[in-house]
């Protein structure tokens, strides 16, 4: 029970981190209700073949809810029995009356919690769908925005030649469209559960095995595993947590792109700052640091940490040990719930960044506009100079760049260069707007095939 103080909260998850939407998902209450539909299926599914009496699957059914079997009645018997499965059976059959001998009949606890746990994921996997779609779809419009705005592109921490904001941003869009669409490829191998019994044989429904097993992930919509043991295969949700790590791998990517760009020194971007009511630094009142996109740095590599465990979780002792059981419950709520809190928090900070298009453009002007190099080579080239001779001359008269005359007035200068190309060449040449209508095309070829991927 928590205090009025909250001083009983022991996981920051439970009051700092996560969205009420995903955290309902793991409470213990939806829980329980998950677990019980999956034993209210395996009753109907059995009555459906005659092995359980079809007023007796339907009485199950009936009282297969938290209403009928009180999270409370569980742990009293769990208590007892120290087995949470066998709590849960014991508080349906108690709840069905005489209807009761037949709860779980033929199944064994893997079935009940590995198909309950299918029935989590998949209200995850639409959550997640829906936060990268949105998350694409904010960078989409973003890109489109800025698809022609001049920036200076930056490779080892150094300028390189101009690109287009529009550009960075749909290379971001194509990536997280990519991540939706690997959540649709892994969503058929994770979304499934079992009904096969103590070792996945299927010996204890005879041979009513393939349709009991079938009755039950029809009436929940969700595949079986097609080769089990007593637990579903752990390949499975390995799969998904490092699909949460590469996730994760590109949500922090984004977010120190947003705090590089908001330094000081560059000020180029900025994330969404309350300017009437939100404080940078206790001390330094000047402060508007991007707490958010260090937020999302933060929490995306507990995410990637993540995906350790489950892939240790694949070697099992024969058919099945208890080694996965306990770090399951805390990875996966956790990965799950901090990858929808960083893409939501991301989409809210691309949707609101602050972009200064004069700042990149200042930028583009610095060390007397040397990233524009590349444009001065290829011209001098297709003219005639050979390309070695032409890079060895801009690598001359770019030395000190920052010291002297712009990159245009020492190409005007230069008699080779004139030699070429006239004063009025090397300006047009040089004008990065015009050098930026490649990567423009290029953005408006990206949006174009990310939205038709979105809208599928």
């Known amino acids: 029970m928590t205090g009025d103080d909250g001083s009983s909260l022991f996981c920051p998850l439970e009051f700092r981190y996560g969205r009420e939407a995903m955290r309902a998902l793991f409470s213990r209450g939806a829980r329980l209700r998950r677990a019980l539909r999956v034993e209210a299926a395996l009753a109907?599914?059995?009555?459906?073949?005659?092995?359980?009496?079809?007023e007796d699957a339907e009485a199950i059914?009936?009282?297969?809810?938290?209403?009928?079997?009180?999270?409370?009645?569980?742990?009293?018997?769990?208590?007892?029995?120290?087995?949470?499965?066998?709590?849960?059976?014991?508080?349906?059959?108690?709840?069905?009356?005489?209807a009761g001998r037949w709860v779980h009949y033929g199944a064994t606890s893997q079935d009940i919690t590995d198909t309950a746990l299918a029935l989590?994921?998949?209200?995850?996997?639409?959550?997640?769908?829906?936060?990268?779609v949105a998350l694409a779809g904010t960078l989409v419009g973003l890109a489109r925005q800025h698809r022609e705005t001049p920036t200076v592109s930056r490779t080892h921490g150094q300028q390189g030649v101009p690109i287009s904001f529009g550009y960075k941003i749909a290379v971001a869009a194509a990536e997280v469209a990519r991540h939706r669409r690997r959540l649709r490829e892994l969503a058929p191998r994770l979304l499934v559960g079992k009904m096969a019994g103590a070792v996945g044989t299927g010996a204890s429904f005879g041979e009513n095995a393939a349709a009991v097993e079938e009755g039950v992930?029809?009436?929940l919509e969700l595949a079986a595993d097609e080769a089990p043991s007593q637990l579903v295969g752990r390949d499975r949700l390995a799969e998904l947590t490092n699909f949460l790590a590469l996730v994760a791998g590109t949500a922090e990517r984004l977010a120190t792109e947003v705090r590089n760009l908001q330094r000081t020194e560059i000020a180029e971007v900025a994330?969404?700052?309350?300017?009437?009511?939100?404080?940078?630094?206790?001390?330094?009142?000047?402060?508007?640091?991007?707490?958010?996109?260090e937020n999302v740095t933060s929490l995306a590599r507990l995410v990637r940490a993540f995906a350790l465990p489950p892939l240790e979780n694949m070697v099992q002792w024969h058919e099945r040990d208890l080694a996965n059981s306990a770090n399951e419950r805390i990875v996966l709520p956790h990965a799950l719930l901090l990858a929808d809190d960083l893409l939501t928090k991301l989409d809210a900070i691309f949707g609101g960044l602050q972009v200064d298009a004069a700042?990149?453009?200042?930028?583009?002007?610095?060390?007397?506009?040397?990233?524009?190099t590349e444009g001065l080579l290829l011209a001098l080239t297709?003219?005639?100079?050979?390309?070695?001779?032409?890079h060895e001359l801009l690598r001359s008269l770019t030395r000190h760049a920052s010291e002297g005359p712009s990159l245009a007035s020492r190409a005007k200068a230069d008699a080779t260069v004139r030699r070429w190309l006239s004063p009025e060449e090397i300006d047009r040449i040089l004008d990065p707007t015009g050098y930026v209508k490649a990567a423009a095309a290029k953005t408006d070829g990206i949006l174009a095939a990310v939205e038709r991927e979105l809208a599928a």
């Open 44 to 54: 109907l599914a059995e009555a459906e073949v005659g092995v359980v009496p079809r």
């Open 217 to 219: 992930m029809r009436r």
């Open 61 to 98: 059914a009936r009282v297969a809810d938290p209403e009928h079997v009180a999270l409370a009645r569980v742990d009293e018997i769990e208590r007892e029995t120290r087995h949470d499965v066998m709590a849960l059976t014991r508080a349906l059959a108690e709840a069905a009356g005489p």
């Open 120 to 132: 989590e994921l998949k209200e995850c996997v639409a959550i997640l769908e829906t936060d990268l």
């Open 359 to 372: 700042q990149m453009a200042r930028a583009l002007g610095t060390a007397g506009g040397s990233a524009m």
């Open 382 to 390: 297709t003219r005639g100079l050979a390309r070695a001779d032409a």
């Open 271 to 293: 994330e969404p700052f309350d300017e009437a009511r939100q404080v940078g630094s206790s001390t330094m009142a000047q402060k508007r640091n991007p707490i958010q996109s």
